[in-house]
Structure formats: structure tokens, C-alpha cells
């Protein structure tokens, strides 16, 4: 059976250029970056080579780059690694009701080493507004986190809006840009961010691979130490095979992105037009009234359960929540942020869509999913 991957939220096929950047990583330069004779020092150069492709594609200095093992640690260290450079100044941070687990979940980590968390609420739509962000700002509070766009809904965020209510307060601004780096334009000047993370296996590069970039100037304090590699921030040596690929597939993104964006609106719309004219009004779109990624439709069918929706069409590769949300009859944290329960909530799915995915493909999973739909409902 053919699969129809439509799930490149999650993660995404490493790009055939990428591939071919890789393959001599694999074998032939094999050297540690840290080392001083010629073998290291082409790992370095090959590091630092990708350092720059990832900062053209970002819009900021070489210097402002650390690579990390993917977009958890990166978040990780923007959250705890500024909390534990900056104890004198404050104890709290910000962060939104919808971010992905990673962020989630550092929070959470560092309110039980005795700092105080506050999530920020989004509204119906999705969007967490700077004037929420302003509400929730505290005398004590060191820094905001708002992803740039939601991973589940696809909303986009106003990171502007609330970069400017940050730092008229004097606090930092982390954006986890994991979603949108490589799919809409993401420069950290125009974002006016401070930190933002970025992950190489959703930008059609490798896994085991991200960056954080730091705004100059900031201080981070470091959550591994070691040979003092990335500057000191995080130690360990250099995973070269994968920071090549990273460096290559921001290249190749950067060069891709306003092109791809308009054939990814089309194949997104392509899938909700036909959805909602076999549904009907009982088909309900999150965040379709607000600017949401180009690629992703999440949308709730009535009456059913999408897990089970997707048992009865095994073709799909869909996000349905997980297993554990379906089973449990749970809504997934941001659907339950945004007041999604119930029946709703169970029968929510997501399409994501990439460089890969065909119109018949879409045609074949609106397809699929009625006739599911139909035998359920």
C-alpha cells in the first residue's frame, strides 16, 4: 500500500540536495572540529561554512548562531540557560498556553527549581495577542516565549507586536520558529527577537540537528559543559554530519520559500474547498478566520472520532493528536487552549502538507477521509 505522507509538521524527508552534501560526512571527513591538524580543521571549516548559511537565512551575524542537538535542547537552553544567567534580575517568565511540549515542558522544569511561570492565554483563533502578553508582564518577569507559528493550528503569531511590549518592559522575547523557518520569511530583525529556535528536520534537513540563535550581547548560561565549543554555550563535540546538513538545508529553503508558499496555499486549499463542500457547516477549520501557515489545515469532522477515522483509511499519515489523546478522548493541549473539547476535539485532524505532496495526493486523501467519514458518522 502507498502511503500519503501529509504530516511534514511533525518531521520532513531529508531534500535530495541535502543528501548529497551529506554523503561525505559520512565517511571521508570524519574529523573533530576541536583538532589541530588538517583532518579537524576541514571539520571546522565545514562547521563554520554551515554556521553562515544558517545565519544568511535567519538574517543575523555568524556569531549569533549555537548549534544544538534539535529544536528541544535549543528551547531548553533559551529558557533555562537566560533564567540562570540572569537570577538577579527576576524569577518569572511568560509563556503561551499553545506552545509545543518542549517549551512546555522546560517551563515546568524550571518552576520546580523554584522560579514562577505564567501561560499566557490564546484566543479562539489561536493567536496570543501582544495585549495578553502586556496583561501578564510582571516587575520580576525575564522573558517571554511565543512560538512563531503553531505547530497544531498553523496561526500565525504576532511576534512584532509582542517583541515591542517585551522590550519597552526590559524583558526578552524567544520565539520557537521550528514551524516556520523554511515555510514563511523569518528574519530576526523584522521579528525583533532575541532568541529563536530553528530545527533541521523540518526544514528538509537531518534529525539530531537545530540552532538557537542569541541576539549580541546576551548571555546565556550554559546547560552542558565540555571543550567550550559554540563559544562556551554548549558543550561537546561538534555534530558535523548534521550541521552540514542543517547549513545546507536553510541554503536551499532561503532560495525556495516564497515559491513553495503559493503552491502550498493552493494544495491546502484544494483540501479544505472539497472537505467543506462534502461536509457542510458541520466541518469546523481552526484558526481559518486569522493568517496561519501556508501548509496546514486542522479541522474537525462531526460526529466521529479522527483516530478512528484514520484506522478505517491506513494510506494516511495524519496527525490525529496521538494515539494517547484518541484513546483518552482527550483534546491536545492546544485545542483545549483555544476551548476545543468535547466531540470536537476527537474529531480533529491535521494536514500538513510539503515540497513533496502532489494535487492527486490531496485528492486521494479528501478521498479517503469522506468515505471514512461516511461509514462512521
Known sequence: MRQIYLDYNATQPIAPAVQQALLPFLAEH????GSNHAIGKAALEAVEDARGRVAAHLGADRDEIVFTSGGTESNHLALVGTLLARENDGGHVLISAIEHESVAGAARMVERGGYEVTFIPANSQGIVTAAAVRQALRPNTVLVSVMHANHELGTIQPIKQIAAVCHEANVLLHTDASQTAGRIRTQVDELEV???TLTGHKLY?????????????????ALQSGGGQENGVRGGTENVFGIVG??????????SYEEALSRMEMLRNRFEVQLQEAVGDGLVIHGQLVERLPNTSCLSFPGVQAYEMLQRAPELC??????GYATANRASATLAAIGVTGEVAQGTLRMSAGWYTTEEEIDRAVSLLLEAWEALK
Open 30 to 33: 570524519y574529523g573533530d572540529p
Open 194 to 196: 532575541d532568541l529563536l
Open 205 to 221: 534537513g537531518p534529525k539530531g540537528v537545530g540552532a538557537l540563535y542569541v541576539r549580541q550581547g546576551i548571555t546565556l548560561e
Open 246 to 255: 542543517l547549513g545546507k538545508a536553510c541554503e536551499l529553503v532561503h532560495h
Open 318 to 323: 495524519l496527525w490525529t493528536g496521538s494515539t
